[in-house]
């Protein structure tokens, strides 16, 4: 109603208006007083205030894809006590909502002639400790100059991305080079790690069987086509096609899409919050895993 008489004021005058309307021109004026001073405004009102700044500042720095329950969450681990209900609420009147994934397509694509490993990992995507399990999969992007293609390997434990790359063609080198980033990255111990992924041909590839197994990792492969054979890396690429490309497009080149994969890694491994892993980043979620490991400083 307030919106209503500010729209008509000038043509109508307030007092005219309010008599067909269920509000007091005393009512609208005050509201306009809190507007211009919002010292004047009721507690609430200056409360909600400033809980719209504080909830805008966590949507716009997260690449503006949490919804309700991840914003309140964040202002939680940052100490600032607030219903999920008044955040709910607030987001809707500021406009504000999360990001929605849509259905991804297919990208597996067999090689009928070869033969693969077994499946060794079933469905069951846990891992009591990093570089226990890690998972596998690309997906890709249409730019200005043609498909590109994103690879992305997560390790389980904390569904932390290890290893990543963007390339032109779907040959077996691109996934290839992020098995090699992964490797560099973590070291993992010989003979502690299963590599799973489905059973498209750049995964069960020669060269990067032969490169697992060089690493001394355990290679996994599941069924074709069949996202719950290797649902957490089918996962991590709906979030990367959700929160990057669908919000972001149309994209111009391989370029910008590597960019872009940098920024959101960067910010998906130190500052995303994950529910599975109890609403907080993957790194964070690692160090604690670590600080458990050490013993306790003993006292002088």
């Known amino acids: 109603m307030i919106a209503f008489i500010d729209d008509h004021r000038e043509v109508y005058g307030v007092e005219p208006i309010c008599r067909n309307l269920p509000i007091a021109p005393s009512t609208y004026h005050a509201r306009v007083a809190q507007r211009a001073d919002p010292a004047k405004a009721s507690a609430r009102v200056r409360q909600d205030l400033m809980l719209m700044e504080r909830i805008r500042r966590v949507h716009d720095t997260n690449f503006g894809v949490y919804g309700a329950r991840k914003v309140w969450r964040q202002l939680g681990r940052e100490g600032i006590a607030v219903a999920r209900c008044t955040v709910e609420r607030l987001m809707r009147r500021m406009g504000l909502r999360g990001a929605v994934r849509g259905k ?10 070869m033969t693969w490993p077994a499946d060794k990992v079933n469905r069951r995507f846990q891992a009591p400790h990093p570089n226990t399990l890690w998972v596998s999969d690309f997906t890709y992007v249409a730019t200005w100059q043609g498909f590109v293609y994103v690879a992305f390997i997560i390790d389980v434990f904390a569904r932390r991305i290890v290893g990543w790359r963007v390339s032109r063609t779907a040959h077996a080198d691109f996934v290839l080079d992020a098995l090699e980033q992964a490797l560099h990255d973590r070291r993992p111990v010989k003979g502690c790690l299963t590599h799973h992924s489905d059973k498209g041909s750049q995964y069960v590839s020669i060269r990067y069987t032969e490169r697992l197994l060089g690493a001394g990792i355990e290679p996994s492969v599941g069924s074709v086509g069949d996202s719950y054979d290797n649902a957490l890396a089918e996962t991590i690429n709906g979030l990367f096609k959700t929160e990057v490309i669908r919000r972001s497009g149309p ?11 940098l920024e959101w890694v960067d910010w998906y491994n130190n500052r995303r919050l994950l529910e599975p892993i109890g609403n907080m980043p993957p790194a964070e979620a690692e160090a604690r895993y670590y600080a458990q490991l050490d013993p306790p400083a003993m006292a002088a």
């Not at 397509?105 to 002639?113: C, E, G, H, L, S």
């Not at 994209?251 to 994969?261: G, I």
């Open 104 to 113: 991804e397509a297919r990208t597996t694509i067999p090689d009928k002639a």
């Open 251 to 261: 994209w111009r080149s391989l370029e910008a899409v590597e960019f872009a994969t």
